[in-house]
T-cell receptor, first 109, second 114 residues
Framework: SQQGEEDPQALSIQEGENATMNCSYKTSINNLQWYRQNSGRGLVHLILIRSNEREKHSGRLRVTLDTSKKSSSLLITASRAADTASYFCATDEEYDMRFGAGTRLTVKP | DGGITQSPKYLFRKEGQNVTLSCEQNLNHDAMYWYRQDPGQGLRLIYYSQIVNDFQKGDIAEGYSVSREKKESFPLTVTSAQKNPTAFYLC?????????????FGSGTRLTVV
């Protein structure tokens, strides 16, 4: 069963704009991760945020976590056409990671 | 370079046929996983293995089988009992289940029933 649910399902923006994707989950977590998937390829790990952290940065990525609302957001600043991909949040459960259905991001040049 | 290799990239299966998807890693990771991805959906766990000669069923194990005879290898067999096998299959690994870090994924195998 899925744990994380991303919102929106699809997002289309112009190059240079910021992209924000949200993830909601149901149960308590130890950490939450964001992954990126280019079409027809495997997933690439982007960033991990632990349950006791509220915000984390990595290059143009900013992730926030609100455990009281059971939600996280991924912000990509100054987007590029190469950022076009699907983005998934994943939460750890006892035996495995649970992935949402993803947000499909299209960045138009 | 360390990583995970999945083969083949594309696979076609006839009705009633068993097929095996290969997954090899040279990252010295203890844990390995198989996920299935259907269009517009997230990843669903098929099987996982925490250590050599041990593996556990995930959410959708019916119609699939695995083995873990070597640390580096975790092949997945899609049997004829799997009624709807057309999907994108992803293999992943991690240092160990007790280590909460990112997974490393292979590039996937797209399986189509013909």
């Amino acid at each position: 069963s899925q744990q994380g649910e991303e919102d929106p399902q699809a997002l289309s923006i112009q190059e240079g704009e910021n992209a924000t994707m949200n993830c909601s989950y149901k149960t308590s977590i130890n950490n939450l991760q964001w992954y990126r998937q280019n079409s027809g390829r495997g997933l690439v790990h982007l960033i991990l945020i632990r349950s006791n952290e509220r915000e984390k940065h990595s290059g143009r990525l900013r992730v926030t976590l609100d455990t009281s609302k059971k939600s996280s957001s991924l912000l990509i600043t100054a987007s590029r056409a190469a950022d076009t991909a699907s983005y998934f949040c994943a939460t750890d459960e006892e035996y495995d990671m649970r992935f949402g259905a993803g947000t499909r991001l299209t960045v138009k040049p | 370079d360390g990583g995970i290799t999945q083969s083949p990239k594309y696979l076609f299966r006839k009705e009633g046929q068993n097929v095996t998807l290969s997954c090899e890693q040279n990252l010295n990771h203890d844990a390995m996983y198989w996920y299935r991805q259907d269009p517009g959906q997230g990843l669903r766990l098929i099987y996982y293995s925490q250590i050599v000669n041990d593996f556990q069923k995930g959410d959708i194990a019916e119609g699939y089988s695995v083995s873990r005879e070597k640390k580096e290898s975790f092949p997945l067999t899609v049997t004829s009992a799997q009624k709807n096998p057309t999907a994108f299959y992803l293999c992943a690994s991690s240092p160990g289940r007790s280590i909460r870090g990112g997974y490393t994924f292979g590039s996937g195998t797209r399986l189509t029933v013909v």
